[in-house]
């Protein structure tokens, strides 16, 4: 049996579980306004992020407990955070304070009142840090490479170079692709996304986007160590781990 602090889901129709016709809409108002909730807590995080990573200093690392703080986001946009088991993390409240005058005016979010917070707040926190820790876990790597790739702008490299090579073969075609573009990218990748960079293995162009990778490769603690050399096997195995990059 489940205690008293598990939050669980049900699917099933309204039917189903004898729900009265009457209810219906006061229900779909109060799934319309989790969602709202929802989704201002996902985006007052990120406003959050966005204004700390501009602090060089910044201590704020959330991913440790990332569904606690998202769960502490919920609450500030709830009538949840008028209780006493508001945040308790001081580094957190004071960051929601400090930010929270500003993402209003910029939204204009307005603050919800449930008459039940407690279990609505808990199982939108997991939604929120399931959904995040999803989309590194899917997506960290594909969109890393993706920026590297317009970096190195290895379509308009490729079109150049057939462009070139016209009324040569596709053979000799793919195989001065492989020397002048897919090879050079491919060794950027392996050596821009290990434990420790060595800019000596690149040319002049390697080494310049490496430059601008960097803020991507710092964000990591200068002793934290990536799963088999790999930032991206990391990133899929870790995916909590990659909160700032």
């Known amino acids: 049996m489940a205690n008293a602090n598990?939050?669980?889901?049900?699917?099933?129709?309204?039917?189903?579980?004898?729900?009265?016709?009457?209810?219906?809409?006061?229900?779909?108002?109060?799934?319309?306004?989790?969602?709202?909730?929802?989704?201002?807590?996902?985006?007052?995080?990120?406003?959050?992020?966005?204004?700390?990573?501009?602090?060089?200093?910044?201590?704020?690392?959330?991913?440790?407990?990332?569904?606690?703080?998202?769960?502490?986001?919920?609450?500030?946009?709830?009538?949840?955070?008028?209780?006493?088991?508001?945040?308790?993390?001081?580094?957190?409240?004071?960051?929601?304070?400090?930010?929270?005058?500003?993402?209003?005016?910029?939204?204009?979010?307005?603050?919800?009142?449930?008459?039940?917070?407690?279990?609505?707040?808990?199982?939108?926190?997991?939604q929120i840090a399931t959904a995040y820790l999803n989309n590194v876990l899917l997506h960290f790597g594909e969109k890393l490479q993706s920026a590297v790739n317009r970096l190195l702008d290895m379509k308009a490299r490729k079109a150049a170079l057939v462009q070139r090579m016209a009324g040569q073969s596709q053979r000799e075609i793919r195989r001065a692709c492989e020397a002048q573009i897919w090879g050079p990218a491919r060794l950027i990748k392996e050596v821009a996304f290990t434990q420790s960079p060595n800019p000596l293995r690149l040319n002049d162009a390697g080494q310049a986007i490496l430059q601008r990778l960097g803020p991507i490769l710092r964000a990591y603690p200068a002793r934290y160590q990536f799963a088999d050399n790999s930032l991206f096997l990391d990133a899929a195995i870790h995916p909590e781990n990659h909160f700032w990059a």
Not at 13 to 42: F, Q, T
């Open 6 to 126: 598990t939050v669980g889901t049900v699917r099933c129709s309204l039917e189903a579980v004898g729900l009265r016709e009457e209810l219906y809409e006061p229900l779909d108002l109060l799934v319309k306004r989790v969602n709202y909730v929802v989704a201002h807590a996902y985006q007052f995080a990120w406003f959050i992020f966005v204004a700390e990573m501009s602090r060089r200093q910044t201590t704020f690392n959330p991913a440790p407990l990332i569904t606690n703080f998202f769960y502490k986001v919920f609450c500030w946009l709830t009538n949840r955070a008028e209780q006493q088991t508001m945040p308790r993390t001081a580094q957190w409240r004071s960051l929601l304070r400090k930010h929270w005058c500003s993402y209003r005016r910029w939204t204009g979010v307005v603050v919800q009142t449930f008459n039940a917070p407690s279990r609505i707040v808990s199982y939108a926190a997991v």
